[in-house]
């Protein structure tokens, strides 16, 4: 048996619905007679958003109802909505704004990190190139790796590095932070190509220096973004990002960049596939994935 302390019966009359009548909020509502007897009292505030989404032809941006016309319409307590709300943003299908509402949220983008090539290449639909996303480059320094990064690398740990550091926005806001770190030895003079760094940077190595990359290995993980991430990609507090860090090496198995990507947890779904036939890039765990560059 499920109980729901503080809510009332599905159907039970509430101090404003003496006669027990179908209750509505605004006057836009839909019965509560409509909605499944679940076994769960949260699952009928979800199946009542789904359905106002249906019903009402809502779209990404909309405003849905109150917590409290939700409860109302539902014959639930607020704790429950928050629960049914909890889940429905937890799979992308909405977003709230403190002060301001819950909204229909823009469905989950799918990516394929595992796909090679350019972020460019994996965020294009049937083809089309992914004409929404625009590259702001945050900073570009050469460093020294940490023995981690220069593992990877295969490079000795005193060799020199470029940094690359961009935002790729999609639509005007923030969506992907990205560093990318590249060996000064096989990328001369990449300061001075820092005005076509804007575009996909694998389409730069490979016309100008011959790195293609052609093999990537990747790891992904979930976790919370550290202060300066969360700015950057104007998240509210205790939003998650998923990580991912890779490695790209070229046909003969060179590497040449190492790079980390970090996708708001809400807005992006990944497909993934292949076979775990070769290891290049070491478990990130505990490892140490920072350049020290001079102050």
Same mark, same amino acid.
């Given at each position: 048996?499920?109980?729901?302390?503080?809510?009332? %019966?599905?159907?039970?009359?509430? $101090?404003?619905?003496? =006669?027990?009548?179908?209750?509505?909020? /605004?006057?836009? &509502?839909? +019965? #509560?007679?409509?909605?499944?007897?679940?076994?769960?009292?949260?699952?009928?505030?979800?199946?009542?958003?789904?359905?106002?989404?249906?019903?009402?032809?809502?779209?990404?941006?909309?405003?849905?109802?109150?917590?409290?016309?939700?409860?109302?319409?539902?014959?639930?307590?607020?704790?429950?909505?928050?629960?049914?709300?909890?889940?429905?943003?937890?799979?992308?299908?909405?977003?709230?704004?403190?002060?301001?509402?819950?909204?229909?949220?823009? %469905?989950?983008?799918?990516?394929? $990190?595992?796909?090679? =090539?350019?972020?460019?290449?994996?965020? /294009?639909?049937? &083809?089309? +190139? #992914?004409?929404?996303?625009?590259?702001?480059?945050?900073?570009?320094?050469?460093?020294?790796?940490?023995?981690?990064?220069?593992?990877?690398?295969?490079?000795?740990?005193?060799?020199?590095?470029?940094?690359?550091?961009?935002?790729?926005?999609?639509?005007?806001?923030?969506?992907?932070?990205?560093?990318?770190?590249?060996?000064?030895?096989?990328?001369?003079?990449?300061?001075?190509?820092?005005?076509?760094?804007?575009?996909?940077?694998?389409?730069?190595?490979?016309?100008?220096?011959?790195?293609?990359?052609?093999?990537?290995?990747?790891?992904?993980?979930?976790?919370?973004?550290?202060?300066?991430?969360?700015?950057?990609?104007?998240?509210?507090?205790?939003?998650?990002?998923?990580?991912?860090?890779?490695?790209?090496?070229?046909?003969?198995?060179?590497?040449?960049?190492?790079?980390?990507?970090?996708?708001?947890?809400?807005?992006?779904?990944?497909?993934?596939?292949?076979?775990?036939?070769?290891?290049?890039?070491?478990?990130?765990?505990?490892?140490?994935?920072?350049?020290?560059?001079?102050?």
């Amino acid at each position: 048996m499920v109980l729901d302390l503080g809510g009332s %019966p599905p159907g039970a009359p509430g $101090p404003d619905d003496p =006669g027990g009548r179908p209750r509505r909020a /605004a006057g836009q &509502g839909l +019965p #509560a007679g409509r909605l499944p007897r679940t076994a769960l009292l949260y699952e009928r505030v979800v199946a009542l958003v789904e359905q106002l989404i249906a019903d009402r032809g809502l779209v990404p941006g909309d405003l849905l109802p109150s917590y409290a016309e939700l409860a109302d319409q539902a014959g639930v307590s607020l704790i429950t909505v928050r629960r049914a709300l909890d889940q429905l943003e937890r799979a992308g299908r909405v977003r709230r704004h403190q002060g301001l509402g819950t909204f229909v949220a823009k %469905p989950r983008i799918v990516t394929e $990190p595992t796909r090679t =090539g350019s972020l460019l290449a994996t965020l /294009a639909k049937d &083809g089309e +190139p #992914a004409t929404h996303l625009h590259t702001r480059v945050l900073g570009l320094d050469q460093g020294e790796p940490s023995a981690d990064l220069a593992q990877a690398l295969r490079i000795e740990t005193g060799s020199p590095v470029w940094r690359l550091r961009r935002l790729r926005l999609l639509d005007g806001q923030p969506a992907v932070l990205e560093t990318s770190v590249i060996p000064v030895a096989l990328a001369p003079e990449l300061d001075a190509l820092v005005s076509r760094l804007t575009g996909s940077r694998y389409d730069l190595l490979a016309a100008e220096y011959d790195l293609v990359d052609a093999y990537e290995e990747q790891y992904l993980e979930v976790l919370g973004p550290t202060g300066e991430e969360a700015r950057l990609l104007e998240l509210r507090a205790r939003t998650q990002v998923v990580r991912i860090r890779g490695l790209s090496a070229d046909s003969a198995g060179l590497p040449f960049d190492c790079f980390e990507q970090l996708y708001p947890a809400h807005q992006f779904a990944f497909a993934f596939a292949g076979s775990a036939t070769r290891q290049l890039l070491p478990a990130p765990g505990n490892r140490d994935w920072g350049v020290r560059c001079p102050a």
